[in-house]
């Protein structure tokens, strides 16, 4: 049976990003250093890496497809990623702001979400089929999965480093019970797999 999975890389002191987070910045000051192990050493992290890919559809938040900030984006606004995106598959962006379908190279078509958590994982779970789907993130989206008991795995990236301030991925989630599956670790990360227990 698929899950809902997450995938999210920590600091020790538990941000996914830095402060100051802005447009230019999008992961806050020092956040960007938190995915070191994707880029510099992608052979030893393969596994995890194929993993985060490994899903038949995503969730993201609207931070997370267009930066910091509550305004709507630009209409020419396309994602970070370029045209061909790494998903591969449908992503739905949890939004206030309505957009029409934004379809990319690749197989990635960005669906935007106003009705909730609940719609866009209802719509997700269609779209995978008898695959997971992934929450992608950020912080916030993810402690919305988890607050509402609708996550079954969480996978931690833990990057050795303190980012001092800045988005938190467990405020707010209130009694959570974890049982930690799997712990691997790698000169620049640890990555443990946990499942959430209801």
Not at 134 to 143: D, E, S, Y
Not at 157 to 165: A, E, F, T, Y
């Amino acid at each position: 049976m698929s899950q809902v999975t997450c995938d999210l890389t920590v600091s020790l002191d538990g941000f996914v990003a830095g402060p100051n987070q802005r447009l230019e910045e999008p992961l806050g000051d020092g956040g960007e250093l938190l995915h070191r192990w994707m880029f510099e050493d992608p052979e030893a992290n393969a596994p995890e890496i194929d993993g985060i890919l490994a899903a038949g559809a995503f969730i993201m938040g609207r931070n997370m497809f267009a930066g910091p900030g509550p305004a709507a984006w630009d209409k020419e606004w396309r994602g970070w990623w370029g045209e061909e995106p790494p998903y591969h598959a449908p992503v739905f962006v949890l939004t206030h702001h309505r957009r029409e379908p934004l379809e990319m190279e690749g197989g990635t078509t960005f669906t935007f979400v106003t009705e909730g958590i609940e719609s866009a994982l209802a719509q997700a779970r269609e779209a995978a089929g008898d695959k997971d789907v992934a929450i992608a993130g950020g912080a916030l989206t993810a402690r919305q999965y988890l607050s509402a008991g609708l996550m079954d795995e969480l996978r931690l990236h833990i990057s050795p480093m303190v980012l001092g301030g800045g988005e938190r991925l467990l405020d707010g989630v209130g009694k959570l019970t974890l049982q930690q599956t799997e712990a691997r670790g790698t000169g620049l990360v640890t990555h443990v797999r946990y499942r959430v227990v209801r």
